[in-house]
DNA sequence: CGCGAGCTTGATGCCGATCAATGCATGTGG
DNA sequence: CCACATGCATTGATCGGCATCAAGCTCGCG
């Protein structure tokens, strides 16, 4: 997804780069397992509150998050911030780094469900049960805030707009898996990956990142889990993609070199 | 079990035939647009109390909630109780009746989302815009409970454990998108109609019908499009199933002769 | 340097889409 | 009551997109 480091475009004022492919580490290289960072990052201060759950907050309501948001951890690539049937008790905003979420189904079948950059939530699944309901997997080097659960609650009784904001972002995940069914029930294989393409630039150029070229967190086997297509058709299609003209692929960093192109490939129903 | 499905609890005595295929006209045939039931049946006296909203509150707080429920609407048979654009000011209880929900895409294709019986929330994809972005369209005649949204949201920050289970729906609902996107991204024509039926007639039972038998009360192409696959697809796929013992099928009613048979379908990545 | 995970590319076959015709139920007007 | 239209379902024949199987290839890493 994201330039390999550095060079990280225009985020927010505030402290730490909310680049993703970037950990903050300060003096403490490799750590062991899950740490409580020493130096705290309010929401309040935060380049990512305009993408997370702080959206539309006031000054006072903003800092009540700060309370509720105390602790951090980090996830090394390839660890799993948590497993299906793990009790649920936070949910997780992603503060640097990439994740996948996946469901599986008794007899081994899985789907990757979906891919979770910086500011957004993970962990809504685990509500309904008291339990996750899938893994999530964190494909970089990455930090999440923890939100405990009950006291989110707690506080979102008091603050409406919390509240508010809260609900919303539930909604926004339904909407984005109606979106994604949509995908996967009537699109063709061309279709899926160039709207999986279109879908990640966006979110990256709403993080600050180009619009245009992008490194991929996923291998070829994940986007195809993603878009229900097996791991050669996926890679294919980036070759017939180039081919054509509209990007530039070399492994897993991809140039869009037509994005108009791209787009009129999602809504065209057919040829 | 990765059927994406709701485990509901507990069917229920109680008034009302919660009977899908029914609907309770008295008197007044098909009268002008919305109208607000002369006679009112509270949640707390509800038969689908134990399936809806309503689920897990003690006696004071089923009070509140039938404060906050005070009107009804009738929707016929075609007629659709929202569409995509639509301003978002309300939930809505499926009463009696049947639903389906459908998303499309600007060039015009579009996926059924979703199929909602009684005692199932719909409309909780508006909170996210304040507009709603899918249509819910009845499948037969239907009455709904209308909810409004601010009202809900004053209420559960009264009621903590109202807001926990309109939590809890939200998060299922999110849940059980999970499942479908498993479905229509690693599953064979069979495997999602043998998934379709057995999800179908679990929440038809927990409402007291049936294990075994059931009316459809969508067609071949609705069934299609909510399984990524052709009309056609389905009719075979029923005609295969009727051939091996497994159903019987004259048109839309369904006979379910071995179960067991359906549940290894969906469990068996292949042959 | 060699190993292995991940990626690319080719050859082949199958599942489900597509096109087309017929059947069946319901409803309507003559 | 029948003739006819309409909407939905079934069934057949054919086709194409994607899966599958099978080599190589690339690149990072111990």
Same mark, same amino acid.
């Given at each position: 997804?994201?330039?390999?480091?550095?060079?990280?475009?225009?985020?927010?004022?505030?402290?730490?780069?909310?680049?993703?492919?970037?950990?903050?580490?300060?003096?403490?290289?490799?750590?062991?397992?899950?740490?409580?960072?020493?130096?705290?990052?309010?929401?309040?201060?935060?380049? +990512?509150?305009?993408?997370?759950?702080?959206?539309? +907050?006031?000054?006072?309501?903003?800092?009540?998050?700060?309370?509720?948001?105390?602790?951090?951890?980090?996830?090394?690539?390839?660890?799993?911030?948590?497993?299906?049937?793990?009790?649920?008790?936070?949910?997780?905003?992603?503060?640097?780094?990439?994740?996948?979420?996946?469901?599986?189904?008794?007899?081994?079948?899985?789907?990757?469900?979906?891919?979770?950059?910086?500011?957004?939530?993970?962990? @809504?699944?685990?509500?309904?049960?008291?339990?996750?309901?899938?893994?999530?997997?964190?494909?970089?080097?990455?930090?999440?805030?923890?939100?405990?659960?009950?006291?989110?609650?707690?506080?979102?009784?008091?603050?409406?707009?919390?509240?508010?904001?809260?609900?919303?972002?539930?909604?926004?995940?339904?909407?984005?898996?109606?979106?994604?069914?949509?995908?996967?029930?009537?699109?063709?294989?061309?279709?899926?990956?160039?709207?999986?393409?279109?879908?990640?630039?966006?979110?990256?150029?709403?993080?600050?990142?180009?619009?245009?070229?992008?490194?991929?967190?996923?291998?070829?086997?994940?986007?195809?889990?993603?878009?229900?297509?097996?791991?050669?058709?996926?890679?294919?299609?980036?070759?017939?993609?180039?081919?054509?003209? @509209? +990007?530039?692929?070399?492994?897993?960093?991809?140039?869009?070199?037509?994005?108009?192109?791209?787009?009129?490939?999602?809504?065209?129903?057919?040829?």
């Amino acid at each position: 997804m994201l330039t390999p480091l550095h060079s990280a475009p225009t985020p927010d004022t505030g402290e730490a780069s909310g680049c993703p492919g970037q950990t903050i580490m300060r003096g403490m290289s490799t750590a062991p397992a899950i740490k409580i960072e020493p130096f705290k990052v309010a929401c309040s201060s935060c380049n +990512l509150r305009e993408l997370c759950l702080p959206v539309g +907050l006031s000054k006072p309501d903003l800092e009540q998050l700060d309370s509720l948001v105390a602790t951090r951890r980090q996830v090394a690539r390839g660890d799993t911030l948590f497993r299906t049937g793990d009790a649920f008790q936070s949910l997780y905003a992603v503060r640097t780094g990439f994740f996948k979420t996946c469901v599986s189904s008794e007899d081994g079948r899985d789907q990757v469900t979906g891919f979770q950059m910086a500011g957004e939530l993970l962990g @809504l699944d685990g509500i309904s049960n008291d339990r996750h309901s899938c893994d999530a997997v964190a494909l970089e080097d990455s930090q999440v805030c923890v939100i405990p659960y009950d006291q989110l609650e707690e506080l979102s009784r008091e603050f409406t707009d919390l509240q508010h904001q809260f609900h919303k972002i539930m909604s926004r995940e339904i909407v984005r898996d109606h979106g994604v069914m949509l995908l996967l029930g009537s699109m063709r294989a061309e279709e899926r990956l160039a709207a999986f393409l279109l879908n990640l630039t966006q979110r990256l150029q709403a993080r600050g990142f180009s619009a245009s070229s992008l490194v991929l967190r996923m291998t070829r086997e994940e986007i195809g889990s993603y878009l229900g297509l097996k791991l050669e058709t996926v890679s294919r299609t980036f070759s017939k993609f180039q081919e054509e003209g @509209l +990007l530039d692929v070399k492994q897993r960093q991809i140039q869009i070199l037509d994005q108009a192109g791209l787009q009129r490939l999602v809504n065209s129903s057919n040829c």
